[in-house]
């Protein structure tokens, strides 16, 4: 009887890593970067963490429609909007690394090089960077290569084919055993395996969150909320006009005369609150002027400090929409601190620069000629917030934020528009932004289902630095009736306005337009928000039963 060794065991493409399983490692590994990168960017500075870093270089590099579309659809959430867009991106790069790396683990190796890299190259390209900028997303892809490597070769890394004897088969010592049934052997790893893998998963996820967690605490930690919570800002030298009675009629829905601060809308490019030392703060005054100065924080809060109520609007504000915002300002009048530096003619134009580096350019005619332009150190009765420009931020009556409303700032540096184009210019925006007249129903709302009777139509109305004149509304085009105002502190805030409409059954079009004090009506024709700001009447439909 002879017998036959048993074939060799062929090995298929079913005996790598699942894909899935690959793909699992990749994610993870991608995970324990970020999560070390945020722990290492307490020390390298929070705008050096990977995420943070490349969410900030795509805004400032993305095309002005992708910029526009973000804010349309998740305004102040935009950069929420924006990080979680990146992680999952970067999830599923990650993925496809993870893919790569259990059938050529070079290709993992050179992907996750690429991962480090990118996130070097957005770190270092940072304003105020320096060489520890790229010590997160470099430590991060180090430990993601680990990782990686130890999860494809451990657990999951197929058993090898048992060794075979070279001499003939032994021949059986008796009868042959009838053949036991057994389970079909899957391709890949195990079940037991799965399990092991799957833990070492977790508890490199789990690893992963709780090093993010703590590297933001430690940030937080670090952060100036403690010495802006002790600081006690000194009374104004020239105060706030009252706010006249009459302001919030009680009509429900109404937006209210005074915004309060933790209400108060919130757009600009930081992706991460730039935290300023207040002891450490000053502010460069130079460019084209006589004499270069240079301000502290105590400077600033030792000289005599004016009080204003100001109302601010974003440009990328729709119509209708609610980008825009009352407070009560406490400052220093730029135009002291320009006098002092002495502009040289022919300088029309002071940029802002923010610590991020961010820039607006403010006509220096604005900063000049008498309007309340300060530079804010308080915000309805307390030290600015931190994401409101801690501890010192510019506030410009009459103009849009980009062109004036600098968040953070260090410099002023006195210039020319001919000379220099601040961040907005190059994107397509216009250099300079004059707040146009504009009002918005706040009540009834878009859609709203209605009893016939009297119905109160309220809103507000702005044309900051010339005021309002009046408002009018209409229904299904009809003749325009004459709101009541209710009274405003100065014509640098919005005014509020109330229409009694005798509403009656069926649907309806509301219609406003508001008059500003030299006699300009808004313009009914639709203009978009670039280059310099939406027109158009506020228009809603609603139902009346």
């Known amino acids: 009887m002879t017998h036959q060794a048993a074939p060799p065991v062929a090995r298929s493409a079913g005996d790598r890593t699942p894909t899935r399983l690959a793909a699992l490692a990749g994610v993870a590994a991608a995970a324990v970067a970020l999560g070390l990168a945020e722990v290492v ?37 935009d950069k929420s909007a924006l990080l979680v867009g990146t992680a999952v991106l970067l999830a599923g790069f990650a993925a496809g690394i993870g893919v790569l790396a259990a059938r050529a ?12 890299l990118v996130g070097v190259a957005a770190a270092v390209s940072r304003p105020d960077a320096g060489p520890a900028s790229a010590l997160p997303s470099l430590l991060g892809a180090l430990a993601a290569a680990i990782l990686l490597r130890a999860l494809l070769n451990g657990p999951l890394r197929p058993a090898a084919d048992p060794p075979t004897s070279a001499g003939p088969p032994t021949p059986p010592a008796g009868p042959a055993a009838p053949a036991t049934p057994t389970a079909p052997v899957l391709p890949g790893a195990g079940v037991g395996d799965r399990r092991r ?34 600081i006690t800002l000194p009374a104004a030298a020239d105060v706030a006009a009252p706010v006249p009675s009459g302001v919030d009629p009680q009509v429900s829905g109404l ?30 005054i130079h460019g084209r002027v006589a004499t270069e100065i ?15 109520y100001v109302t601010l609007a974003c440009v990328s504000n729709e119509v209708g929409g609610d980008l825009i915002g009352n407070a009560r300002w406490l400052g220093v009048p730029v135009r002291e601190l320009l006098a002092a530096a002495g502009p040289l003619p022919g300088a029309d134009q002071v940029v ?22 300060l530079l804010a150190v308080g915000m309805n009765g307390e030290p600015l917030p931190v994401e409101h420009g801690f501890p010192v931020r510019m506030v410009v009556p009459g103009l849009y934020g980009y062109v004036s409303a600098c968040k953070w700032i260090t410099e002023l540096e006195v210039t020319s528009f001919a000379d220099f184009d601040a961040y907005w210019v190059p994107r397509g925006w216009s250099a300079q932004g004059p707040i146009k007249t504009q009002s918005r129903i706040d009540t009834p709302r878009q859609r709203a289902e209605l009893t016939a009777g009297t119905v109160p139509v309220a809103g507000v109305a702005w044309a900051q630095h010339r005021g309002i004149r009046a408002v009018e509304v209409r229904v299904d085009d009809g003749p325009w009736q004459s709101a009541t105002l209710a009274p405003a502190v100065s ?17 309806h079009v509301l219609q406003v337009r508001a008059t500003d004090t030299t006699g300009e009506t808004q313009p009914e024709g639709r203009q978009p928000v670039a280059p310099d700001g939406a027109t158009g009447w506020h228009t809603i439909r609603v139902s009346v039963a």
């Open 41 to 77: 960017a307490v020390v390298a500075g929070a705008r050096s963490a990977p995420l943070v870093a490349v969410g900030g270089f795509v805004v400032d590099t993305a095309p002005e429609p992708l910029t526009r579309f973000a804010i349309d659809v998740f305004g102040v959430h």
């Open 105 to 116: 683990p070079i290709a993992g190796d050179l992907g996750i090089a690429a991962f480090g």
């Open 197 to 230: 893998f799957l833990s070492a998963v977790g508890v490199s996820v789990g690893a992963a969150a709780l090093a993010g967690a703590g590297g933001r605490w430690l940030a937080q930690q670090r952060s100036v909320a403690s010495v802006r919570a002790s």
């Open 255 to 284: 937006t209210r005369y005074v915004t309060a601060n933790s209400g108060f809308y919130r757009i600009d490019t930081a992706l991460v609150v730039p935290r300023v030392d207040p002891q450490q703060w000053r502010l460069r």
């Open 294 to 308: 240079t301000v502290s924080y105590p400077d600033l809060l030792a000289m005599d400090l004016v009080e204003r």
């Open 352 to 373: 802002g620069r923010s610590v991020d580096g961010w820039t607006c350019g403010t006509p220096t005619e604005a900063l000049l000629d008498g309007r309340d332009a």
């Open 491 to 507: 014509a640098d805030t919005w005014v509020q306005w109330v229409w009694q409409w005798p509403a009656t059954a069926g649907e």
